[in-house]
């Protein structure tokens, strides 16, 4: 059976290390890079084996992952990048998203949890947990998602959605007040079946909305 390729790429070298035990221990996986920062990977990415996974750490120095996810999918979009990493933040994760990130998981993810993530995003191309789609409520295993209807303002907080800005600077941005906004927030909840900004900004990225 062909394994899996995968890629680490952790500034702290222990857990880098130990993550590569663990993943070997899993079967149907092996790594064939490891990398210190995105530089390092861009370097291993001359000399050695493409893998089909980049696991991917969001804060290195010299070059993060998101730099780093935003250079594989202008170079190597065919390989599919997870995120793993401490922080759960909205901003980071939409912005992990719109650069490629076909999944999101914590450093404390259970192995199982992670195992089942690799092997979703190669046979599936996204991983979907909590973080990402958070308490959907659309019918697993949908081949489409249903044409949604929306009013131009509520098309434009979608795209204001998937920026860094504050929810107080997004109103500012449309010129309305935050109660307006609220508003518009809250219809796109129910149309799209999801209760925070990552659902919307996932939304807007699968379906082309937003230019990334």
């Known amino acids: 059976m062909t394994k899996i390729r995968i890629a680490l790429v952790d500034d702290h070298v222990i857990l880098r290390k130990s993550l590569a035990v663990l993943i070997g221990l899993l079967q149907d996986f092996e790594i064939v890079m490891e990398a210190g920062n995105g530089q390092d990977l861009i370097h291993e990415f001359k000399s050695n084996v493409i893998p089909d996974i980049v696991l991917l750490d969001i804060t290195m120095p010299v070059m993060d992952g998101v730099e780093t996810a935003w250079w594989l999918k202008q170079h190597h979009p065919d390989v599919k990048v997870m995120a793993l990493s401490m922080i759960k933040n909205d901003f980071i994760i939409i912005r992990m998203l719109k650069n490629g990130a076909r999944g999101y998981i914590l450093k404390d993810c259970e192995p ?90 996932l939304y807007a990225i699968k379906n082309g909305l937003v230019q990334i």
């Open 112 to 201: 199982n949890e992670l195992k089942a993530a690799l092997h979703q995003v190669y046979e599936k191309g996204f991983y979907y947990n909590e973080l990402i789609k958070p308490k959907m409520r659309a019918k697993e295993g949908e081949e489409e998602e249903p044409r949604i209807m929306f009013s131009e303002p509520e098309l434009n907080f979608l795209r204001w959605a998937c920026t860094e800005k504050t929810h107080k600077e997004i109103a500012e941005e449309m010129r309305l007040s935050p109660r307006t906004v609220d508003g518009y927030r809250d219809a796109l909840f129910k149309k799209l079946h999801v209760n925070t900004r990552v659902g919307i900004a």
